[in-house]
């Protein structure tokens, strides 16, 4: 059997498109929107069919941030019906509830490789002309 030559190597096959995958069924409207924002943004086979539950939580905590920054936001209308101390508690509850969902969806995030620095290639990357230290 011959070997293949480098350009061979270099060359793959066309490989037909596949459908995205429909949002998980137990996802909400807004869960599965964010699930299609994030199907459409990459490759089609960038995330497999194990890591769709995955997926499914990364969605569910970005959900679940938006609702605690809401809640915050609306909170600030509950300072004229509190005392200074009763507030403070509560929004710092709150936030600390934000806090714990976004740091739960930006490890699914990394885990499933959807940060900026897992979509870019190292080649990409241009090394910073810098003056050596003996010139």
Known sequence: MARSS?????????????E???PLA???ATEARRWNDIFNCI????????QYDLLANYCRHLDSADEM????????????TMTADQYIK???RLSKMRDREVRAAT???????LTNQSLRSSHDVKP????????
Request: proline share 7%; with cysteine; aromatic share 4%.
């Open 26 to 28: 137990c996802l909400t």
């Open 107 to 113: 490890s699914l995030a990394t885990k499933l490789r």
């Open 90 to 92: 509560s929004l710092d």
């Open 128 to 135: 910073l002309a810098t003056k050596k230290p003996w010139e």
């Open 6 to 18: 480098d350009l061979q190597k270099t060359i793959k096959p066309v490989m037909p498109k596949s």
């Open 43 to 50: 490759d089609d086979d960038w995330i497999s069919k194990e």
């Open 69 to 80: 920054s809401v809640l915050i936001e609306n909170h600030r209308q509950d300072l004229l």
């Open 20 to 22: 995205k995958p429909k």
